[in-house]
């Protein structure tokens, strides 16, 4: 269980710094690194055995049937972003403790950090993918969480909902690619789709399920066409800036490349979606870059180039160029972290991040300076740093591909000229904050060094770049080795990490980069010129223009489907019937079937007839609700006889129970109501509904016709035979509720709790006109209390719950259960209410309702609980037979317990709506006669 801790920390430890946040600011960072850093030591021990190509998996099953189990793997490729994960989390809570100021929450910040660090390392354990996909979501959410941290301003709100709608919709294409994934794989087993890569890529609908996969890669990691978010995050504090942009957040889409690499690579439509999407991002990443004036702006389209550069990596579709995108992964988060540490520095000090302003750096801050321009150096691909190893691989790769014909020369030339900008806007770091003149207007003058542990993460990750560069063999090669092993799913490629490979054309692509990236940055003025030219393109701005015409196209339609009328909802909703109906009756060869229908005896058929005819009087006299709501009572009544009829007792007796609580809340809610309606349908209306009703009636007696003559297999034979051996009942009805389908009735009793109190939060102070008199002028009986109703009641109360106490106890094995008592206890309770008033009623029996339905649902939901304390699975119940002095022998089962929980559910509920209804009669009549 060591994979489901490493992931379970974060999230148990995001309490800790809000607790340890009154300690005092060192305590709370203290506080929020204890979860991460002991999540780090449980990887680093599982590190040998993932070395050495282990697969380390844990699997709990828990809806194996639809494929969702809580199942992890740790591999190389996991175990590389557990790494940058948790390392580079690490290093991000020390510097935002110097980074935040006293006034703000950091406790809640920390708390994000680490809710946001859980599910990416769910992401990235994951071996079930819909799991992962969870997980996914989760990233999105919290994301939101850090980007919009301050509030307080609009630019930092607008840049979180944009990055929540983007990544969020990518999510849910996503979503629906791993399901033809799994469709396809016919599993959502992580190493079941691996292991189907050319089925997968043999069959129909994998053009389909790689467009949708590709559409959540795409948004999360910022490529083109979608990478307009990355920018307007910036407005995030720089901690969240320096986690989401250099290990996290946007690597999670360049690691389901990797992950899913072996399925879904391999085909032409991999290779021209993900190689010109990353090239295509590659380019405008680091031309947009450039021109940037923000010191975190630059710093977001450079990562928006890079992760394109990976892109492109994984779409070249070849070994190599999958290990050169790995190697890349881990270059770009140590150089990119430290950047951004960097430039958050300069911030924090300077009080600017405008490059026009921080100009002269180095006189000021010598010490960020060097740990600065070392990282932009290896953003551009210097000698003796790490960007410069992957950087020669990824030239190597685009010169060794060929699926373009006559015009592969284009990939190679195109990635040179990113690599220019790539020197051009580093070099425009360097310069131009470090150099370039004195600083202009700066607010925080004259800026000074951070404190000292402020800038020992940059330190760390600044000596890592140089390690890497120098002996990458004896740093970084077991980590490559491993993730790339993972990734490509079998042997690697032959590769070398010497830092000279002798003279050749990828080391001639870096020096015309290089020098070709200083004359771009020596003459920049004319570049700048011409961009200052351009049309201004707002990103957000069309963003929150688009959002805007979907809000509007969204209301039109939402307005026009819900329009305040019921009608038009019956009407909808009858016709999205017909229309299903008939297209699956229109593939049956005929109506009838082979078999015969049964005889209805007479007695039967009188019953159908009043049915029929109180349905018919019910629609006639609509308008008169008294009338109606009469004969709609008629028709629940002969329903309630006809499941009897048909030897179903206890869907009998829930029917007549819940007919009785029905039609009493309709009277309560009539009796502020106009005794008549008033004629408001229009002829051409009243066709409609005359002709939808009349086709509904036919479809429905077509449908049921179909039915009952074919023959058909039931699940009902399983029940019947295990209900005894395996839920200990005879009632099988009873036994289906609370063992077999327990988790259905659980939920069942949850939502009718919550139901209950949200009816009574709306009801609670709500003043309604009472009438007088009826409608026809006579005023209703002064006795609100008739003395022989009150007297009968109170007499029935005793005898109703002796009812309800044997409905309920032999209810496993006969007619009832605790649905059904439920209801007759509420029905004997309500009956008080309406004889005697509330405030008599509630005088003798001050029962809390509320917390009687929440104890209700509370017993339930502990009763499932208790069978894993004998490593049962959730609900599953127990019985067995004892000898009980005086009484004999009986049948006790746990089922009991939880049928409890659904009677205190059902009686807390019930009247929980029905009494505070009643309520509203009884104080608007006491403010009356005062």
């Not at 005929?590 to 049915?611: F, H, R």
């Amino acid at each position: 269980m060591t994979l489901a801790l490493i992931i379970a920390l974060p999230f148990l430890g995001m309490f800790l710094p809000l607790l340890a946040e009154r300690l005092g600011r060192s305590a709370c960072a203290a506080a929020a690194s204890l979860a991460p850093l002991t999540a780090l030591v449980l990887l680093l021990s599982q590190q040998s055995a993932v070395f050495s190509g282990e697969l380390l998996k844990v699997k709990l099953e828990w809806l194996p049937s639809l494929g969702l189990n809580l199942s992890l793997r740790l591999d190389g490729l996991g175990f590389l972003f557990a790494l940058l994960i948790l390392g580079i989390g690490l290093l991000v809570i020390l510097y935002a403790r110097y980074y935040l100021a006293k006034k703000e929450p950091m406790g809640r910040f920390f708390a994000f950090l680490l809710l946001f660090m859980g599910a990416m390392l769910g992401v990235v354990l994951s071996e079930n993918l819909l799991l992962m996909l969870m997980f996914w979501e989760l990233t999105s959410l919290s994301s939101f969480l850090l980007i919009g941290f301050w509030g307080e301003r609009s630019d930092a709100r607008k840049g979180a909902r944009m990055a929540l709608a983007v990544t969020g919709g990518g999510g849910l294409a996503l979503f629906a690619g791993i399901l033809l994934i799994g469709h396809i794989a016919g599993s959502f087993e992580l190493s079941q789709v691996l292991a189907a890569g050319y089925a997968i890529r043999a069959h129909e609908l994998y053009p389909l399920a790689l467009i949708l996969v590709l559409l959540g890669v795409f948004t999360k990691s910022a490529q083109f066409p979608f990478h307009f978010w990355l920018p307007h995050a910036m407005a995030a504090p720089t901690p969240v800036s320096a986690y989401l942009h250099s290990a996290t957040m946007v690597k999670a889409g360049v690691f389901l490349l990797a992950r899913l690499y072996p399925a879904l690579a391999g085909s032409e439509w991999w290779f021209y979606l993900v190689s010109i999407t990353g090239l295509v991002t590659l380019l405008v990443g680091a031309g947009m870059a450039l021109f940037q004036h923000d010191l975190k702006g630059l710093l977001a389209y450079s990562t928006i180039s890079h992760l394109g550069l990976i892109t492109l990596l994984f779409g070249l579709d070849t070994r190599l160029a999958a290990v050169a995108a790995v190697f890349h992964i881990i270059n770009h988060a140590t150089f990119k972290a430290s950047l951004f540490m960097a430039a958050g520095i300069i911030d924090h000090e300077t009080g600017s991040r405008d490059m026009r302003r921080i100009n002269g750096m180095w006189k000021y801050m010598p010490h960020t300076a060097v740990l600065a321009m070392v990282a932009a150096s290896a953003m551009a691909g210097v000698p003796l740093l790490n960007g410069f190893l992957s950087k020669e691989m990824f030239f190597s790769e685009t010169l060794n591909q060929h699926l373009l014909g006559s015009f592969n020369w284009v990939i190679p030339a195109a990635a040179t000229l990113a690599g220019v900008f790539s020197v051009a806007y580093s070099l425009r770091f360097i310069h131009d904050v470090f150099f370039n003149g004195e600083p202009i207007n700066l607010p925080h003058y004259p800026p000074h060094e951070p404190p000292r542990y402020m800038k020992v993460p940059v330190e760390i990750l600044v000596f890592l770049c140089l390690l890497v560069g120098i002996v990458p063999a004896y740093t970084v090669a077991p980590l490559l080795a491993a993730a790339a092993t993972a990734t490509l799913g079998g042997d690697l490629p032959v590769y070398s990490l010497a830092i000279w490979h002798g003279l050749n054309l990828a080391l001639l692509m870096s020096f015309i980069a290089l020098f070709g990236g200083i004359l771009v940055y020596v003459f920049r003025q004319p570049l700048f010129r011409w961009y200052a030219g351009l049309p201004s393109v707002d990103a957000k701005l069309l963003f929150e223009s688009g959002m805007l015409i979907l809000l509007k196209v969204c209301t039109a339609v939402t307005h026009w489907l819900e329009n305040a009328s019921l009608q038009r909802y019956l009407a909808l909703l009858l016709v999205a019937a017909l229309l299903v109906v008939t297209q699956g009756l229109s593939s049956l060869p005929q109506i009838s079937g082979p078999l015969a229908m049964s005889e209805i005896d007479g007695i039967t058929a009188l019953g159908l007839g009043i049915m029929a005819l109180a349905a018919l009087v019910t629609v006639i006299f609509h308008r008169q609700r008294l009338v109606s709501l009469l004969m709609l009572s008629v028709v629940g009544l002969m329903v309630a006889l006809a499941f009897a009829r048909y030897s179903a007792p206890d869907l009998a007796l829930t029917q007549l129970s819940v007919e009785v609580v029905t039609i009493v809340l309709l009277m309560l809610a009539l009796f502020f109501l106009p005794a008549h309606t008033q004629m408001e349908s229009s002829s051409l209306r009243g066709l409609r509904d005359f002709t939808l009703a009349v086709s509904c009636g036919l479809m429905v007696s077509i449908l049921v016709f179909a039915v009952l003559t074919r023959p058909y297999d039931s699940i009902s034979a399983f029940f019947l035979e295990n209900s005894v051996p395996g839920g200990g009942g005879t009632n099988v009805v009873n036994v289906i509720l609370v063992d077999f389908r327990g988790f259905d009735t659980l939920g069942e009793v949850t939502v009718l709790a919550i139901a209950a109190v949200g009816i009574f939060a709306t009801l609670d102070g709500l003043r309604l006109f009472q009438p007088k008199a009826d409608a026809q002028g006579r005023n209703w009986a002064r006795d609100r209390h008739p003395l022989i109703l009150a007297t009968l009641s109170r007499v029935l109360l005793p005898m109703a719950l002796l009812v309800s106490v044997f409905i309920f106890l032999r209810g496993h094995n006969l007619p009832g259960g605790g649905f059904i008592a439920g209801l007759v206890t509420a029905v004997a309770l309500i009956l008080q209410y309406v004889a005697s008033g509330v405030q008599w009623t509630q005088s003798r029996m001050p029962l809390n309702y509320q917390g009687m339905a929440g104890l209700g649902v509370l017993i339930a939901g502990l009763t499932g609980l208790g069978s894993w304390l004998f490593d049962r699975p959730f609900l599953t119940s127990a019985f067995g037979h004892f000898q009980i002095p005086l009484i004999g022998e009986i049948e006790l089962a746990t089922a009991m317990l939880f049928d409890l929980g659904v009677y205190l559910t059902v009686v807390g509920a019930t009247l929980l709506i029905l009494a505070n209804l009643g309520k509203l009669t009884q104080e608007k009549a006491a403010q009356e006669v005062l």
